[in-house]
């Protein structure tokens, strides 16, 4: 073991690892670890750098399948782990968890991490592509992550019921940590503002996290009169198969029904612009990071009765859970909370009590580090 234990971090994209992942390696660091981050470095580098921690670029798609470019990515992988040897390493989601694992075999790497963030397109999708390649993924599942001295990392528990029932994964190596967190003085309550109810989805723009039927939600709503103004927040995402287009995006706010905002990076702010938070998905989500840091300003959410959403949202207590795919229920959820300022606001402050006790960035440091040291000791 080195000097002070090495703490490897695999993500594929910075800006991830800086909104998903950096408490939690700030909280190792200040745990006495020495923190590595290797990921596809794009605009963030040099924040990584700023707080102390080393970085090495790695280019990476997610969209990739070219088999000997993936073979090089994980060729380069193996190598980063025989030059740094960490004596742990932690990769986040799903292409870091399959090429890591094979990385960190073959270089002899004493301890993994596997953190999923969700089942996601593979898992979830009835597209054919998804269909063909789900049996390789979970027989690849079970080769790498049932090793000894590794854990798996979910975000609910039905991804784990999921896993385990179908053998993929056996329960002594999954441990179940919802969410990665939320800065509840960052993500604060902030009163509504007066006037016309906001509500926003605030997402990467995927036709899988429900965006299509939000807009249809809010057309019909429209067509009924409803005083509301419907926001989109985000923007489309090239690397995966189900990204809405730019000219999608401009035709719907063109016609009235939607605002695009497109992407934003600060969060705080739009939600406390906010009435109601929407999150109609159908991913296969982990726990939303987004609907955490609603909850944690004191909105009401409108979301999925689906793994990971139902995490975070109670139905009736701290928000509202509809079927998947089904517009007219989505509709009528949402004109509920508009209709109803102080059934939200009521919603609003329960969600930020369950925010506090469950989903804090403190709550998931406290159950990660135990974790790292208990394998790094096995």
Not at 24 to 44: E, I, K, N
Not at 54 to 75: A, D, Q
Not at 229 to 243: K, M, Q, T, W, Y
Request: aromatic residues 8%; contains cysteine.
């Amino acid at each position: 073991m080195n000097a002070k234990p090495k703490l490897l971090f695999f993500v594929t994209e910075d800006w991830y690892f800086c909104s998903h992942r950096l408490p939690l390696a700030l909280a190792a660091q200040r745990a006495g670890y020495d923190v590595v981050v290797v990921t596809r470095v794009s605009q963030y580098g040099e924040f990584i750098r700023s707080h102390g921690l080393k970085l090495i670029s790695l280019e990476i798609s997610r969209r990739s399948r070219n088999p000997f470019k993936e073979l090089g990515v994980i060729w380069s992988l193996f190598r980063i782990y025989k030059d740094h040897q960490p004596d742990i390493v932690h990769h986040v989601a799903l292409k870091p968890v399959l090429y890591g694992s094979i990385a960190a075999r073959l270089a002899g790497v004493p301890a993994v991490v596997n953190a999923l963030a969700g089942l996601g397109f593979l898992f979830v999708s009835k597209r054919s592509k998804a269909r063909l390649l789900r049996p390789f993924i979970e027989m690849a599942f079970r080769l790498l992550l049932n090793r000894p001295n590794t854990r798996v990392i979910l975000q609910n528990p039905d991804d784990m019921a999921l896993l385990v029932t179908r053998g993929v994964l056996t329960p002594a190596c999954a441990a179940l940590i919802r969410g990665s967190g939320v800065d509840l003085v960052q993500f604060h309550v902030v009163a509504e503002n007066d006037g016309v109810p906001l509500v926003v989805l605030a997402s990467r723009m995927l036709w899988d996290k429900g965006v299509g039927d939000f807009v249809e939600a809010a057309r019909q709503l429209k067509q009924k009169g409803v005083n509301a103004r419907f926001i989109l927040v985000g923007v489309g995402d090239p690397d995966n198969p189900a990204s809405i287009s730019n000219n999608q995006l401009d035709a719907w706010q063109q016609e009235g029904i939607v605002e695009w905002w497109g992407k934003r990076t600060d969060m705080p702010v739009v939600l406390s612009l906010s009435h109601i938070v929407c999150l109609p998905s159908a991913y296969g989500e982990g726990v939303p990071k987004v609907l955490i840091e609603a909850a944690a300003c004191g909105r009401a959410i409108v979301t999925t009765d689906a793994p990971g959403c139902r995490e975070i949202v109670r139905n009736e207590e701290n928000g509202l859970l509809v079927p998947l795919k089904n517009v007219d229920d989505l509709a009528k959820a949402i004109l509920k909370l508009i209709e109803n300022p102080t059934l939200r606001k009521d919603m609003g402050k329960r969600g930020r009590v369950i925010v506090e006790k469950e989903f804090s960035i403190e709550t998931v440091v406290h159950q990660t580090l135990p974790i790292y040291d208990e394998l790094i000791r096995a």
